[in-house]
């Protein structure tokens, strides 16, 4: 069933491109070429290689294609896997072999790999209409161990990231790309062509992303043969879908990153390392390359999981694809290390042996994708075992331990009622067996039953002495203990109810606690706004006294005036009124008497002063001169502060009233 089960060896071709016009520009040197007629590579002066294919700068892609791709085309037809890698440092010619350029401005002749392996293929499908082909293609890229599709750019590096949530447990898995159901080579083509698209517009710095990262595309084939003898026999339906031949092939063309070391400067003797060191999975690859090559290190660990490329393309190295690595050669004498670095890499990959196989079983890759999520499901649920099962057990042998408890308890009582009853019994029956006349077997019977419990007492009696010491009260004993069980479990009951009402309150109180903060933070609040409204009133208390204080001064400015008032009128009096009062008084008591008396309570120093005292009618103006300026002062002073007034409360007005009648009372 299984042909070409022998190993076969990894084909390894090297290319050298052509100097670019640039480097001729420059007068760039070539170090590398042909030996004619050989498949042998000379580098520098005297540095021979040899490969399985050759090609020289004056090679064509339909060469290339012919000689390299062509075979595996026909074995992915055939349902071996096929992987072609192109490998070289970054202007080597990679892509321009591989055809990941862009298609569409690329004259015919130009085409790489890829574009003509899909239209061979498709070629192939319409050439078999009897078998049922189904084509699906993807693209992906690696970049720094991150998967992208290219395809698919809205789910890019997600693809990689899948999250399983298993028993609790999330973990992530590798899942692979999506891939698209194609009809037709144009639709692949278009497919290639965005992919393309999407690999050199994904970042902003293009070329240093190109050169670093690895480009996958991946045709898969699923072909339906239905065999000679089916077609015959049309009449035995049910046995013609068994005889259903399903394979499923796939075909990698994989694009890798440039291969050269970072600096340029460096250690000789480690820059095979080096150069490979710019990408870990070059890096692995490599790794893996020198495992496979390796004729002493045969069945030792293959590291394919050291990275995602390595693990993508297993089945391509060392595995049961049939792979071609080409090798791109720059001829540049400037690049000679980097080319003399790939030589060495590709003659090592030379040693891999592969073992292709048909691959029958059409849900073969599926199953090898599954490997890794059920490998990694079962390590976790082991994981979740092993702390369940001990939680479990443990519940488990609580549960059977208090049944059988139970169980017990029962017994212990049924026996206990059962003994009280054949406690009862005994003396009667054996009254009965002196008294009564019985028959002899009868009574034989008795007899024995009476010897058969005896016995049992006697057995039950030293059981208890040995398991007790003392026997006496072993009956109490037994009833107490079972007394106590039961209250055990009663309060055992309570207890868990108890826990319950706890719990409540636990809740409860937790509930209650919540509200006191709140209520506690709102207090705060309260109090933060109440110390604000003091403030207020504070800055507004200070405001009255500075007003109280503009009062008092202007009422001793206005005691000043009056003075000086009372001078002049004083001075006056010589002429005016005073004049015809002067004249008057011998004859009468003082004129201003009476409204003295309003002023100043009559004392006897008063009424002699009366003689020196200003004119009452003219101080009552004054004053009433001065009640209506410093009323006018006061509404001034008020307007300006009329920010003030409005914040004045109730309160204020009270005591501004109060002002007021200080201010009548001091008048
Ligand atoms: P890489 O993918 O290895 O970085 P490219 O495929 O982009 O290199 O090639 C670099 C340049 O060299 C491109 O301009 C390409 O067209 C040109 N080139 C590469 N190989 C050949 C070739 N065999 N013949 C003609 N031009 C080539
Ligand atoms: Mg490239």
């Not at 207090?523 to 204080?549: G, I």
């Not at 004249?583 to 120093?605: D, E, F, I, M, N």
């Amino acid at each position: 069933m299984e042909p070409g089960m022998e190993e076969i060896p990894v084909k390894v071709a090297v290319r050298i491109r052509p100097l670019l016009s640039k480097e001729v520009l420059h007068n760039h040197q070539v170090c590398v070429r042909l030996v004619p007629n050989t498949q042998q590579i000379i580098i520098g002066k005297d540095r021979v290689f040899t490969f399985d294919f050759v090609f020289g700068k004056n090679s064509t892609q339909e060469e290339v294609y012919t000689v390299c791709i062509k075979p595996l085309l026909v074995s992915l037809t055939e349902g071996y896997n096929a992987t072609v890698f192109a490998y070289g440092q970054t202007g080597s010619g990679k892509t321009y072999t591989i055809g990941g350029g862009h298609i569409a401005s690329v004259a015919e002749d130009e085409k790489g790999i890829i574009p003509r392996a899909i239209q061979e293929l498709f070629q192939h499908i319409s050439e078999n209409r009897n078998i049922d082909f189904h084509v699906k293609v993807s693209y992906i890229e690696v970049y720094k161990e991150e998967l992208r599709d290219l395809l698919e750019l809205e789910t890019s590096f997600r693809i990689n990231r899948s999250i399983l949530t298993f028993y609790g447990l999330v973990f992530e898995v590798i899942v692979g790309a999506k891939e698209f159901q194609v009809e037709c080579a144009d639709e692949v083509i278009s497919l290639l062509e965005s992919g393309n698209a999407a690999r050199h517009t994904g970042t902003t710095q293009m070329n240093e992303h190109s050169s670093r990262s690895h480009a996958i595309f991946t045709i898969s084939i699923c072909q339906k043969q239905f065999t000679e003898s089916q077609k015959n026999t049309d009449a035995a339906q049910d046995s013609s879908w068994k005889s259903v031949q399903v394979i499923a092939s796939k075909f990698h063309f994989v694009d890798l990153a440039g291969s050269e070391r970072v600096t340029k400067t460096g250690n000789t003797g480690e820059r095979f390392k080096e150069s490979i060191q710019i990408n870990s999975g070059l890096l692995a690859l490599g790794n893996v390359i020198s495992a496979l090559g390796d004729p002493k290190r045969k069945s030792v660990h293959i590291p394919y999981r050291d990275a995602k490329i390595t693990r993508i393309l297993k089945d391509s190295l060392g595995g049961n694809a049939k792979t071609v690595m080409i090798t791109c050669i720059s001829p540049s004498s400037s690049d000679f290390d980097e080319s003399l670095n790939s030589l060495k890499y590709a003659n090592r990959a030379k040693n891999i042996r592969n073992k292709p196989v048909v691959n029958y079983n059409p849900d073969q890759d599926r199953i090898d994708e599954m490997e890794l999520e059920i490998r990694l499901l079962r390590e976790a649920l082991q994981n979740q075992q092993v702390s369940n099962q001990c939680t479990h057990n443990l519940n488990q042998e609580r549960t059977r331990i208090s049944s059988l408890e139970e169980q017990l308890t029962r017994l212990q009582v049924q026996c206990f009622s059962y003994r009280n009853c054949v406690d009862e019994a005994f003396p009667f029956l054996v009254d009965l067996n002196d008294d009564v006349s019985l028959k002899r077997s009868q009574r034989e019977r008795l007899q024995s039953w009476i010897a058969m419990v005896q016995e049992v007492r006697k057995e039950a009696l030293t059981l208890q002495e040995t398991d007790m010491g003392t026997g006496t009260s072993q009956e109490t004993h037994h009833i107490t203990i079972l007394q106590l069980k039961r209250e055990l479990k009663k309060c055992q009951q309570a207890l868990v109810m108890d826990e319950e009402v706890f719990s409540q309150k636990d809740h409860e109180l937790q509930i209650l606690q919540n509200q006191i903060k709140t209520l506690l933070q709102k207090n705060e609040e309260h109090l933060e706004s109440l110390k604000e409204a003091q403030e207020t009133h504070r800055l507004q208390n200070e405001k009255m006294v500075e007003q109280q204080m503009l009062i008092d001064q202007l009422k001793e400015k206005l005691e000043k005036f009056t003075d000086v008032k009372t001078l002049d009128f004083s001075c006056a009096c010589g002429h005016g009124p005073a004049v015809v009062a002067s004249t008057r008084r011998p004859y009468s008591v003082p004129l201003t008497k009476s409204l003295l008396h309003s002023l100043h309570p009559p004392s006897g120093t008063e009424t002699r002063k009366a003689y020196t005292s200003p004119p009452a009618f003219s101080l009552a103006r004054v004053m009433a001169e001065f009640r209506a300026r410093s009323q006018m002062i006061l509404s001034n002073i008020e307007d300006q502060d009329k920010v003030l007034h409005c914040h004045l409360s109730d309160q204020s007005d009270e005591e501004e009233e109060n002002t007021g009648s200080k201010k009548k009372t001091s008048f």
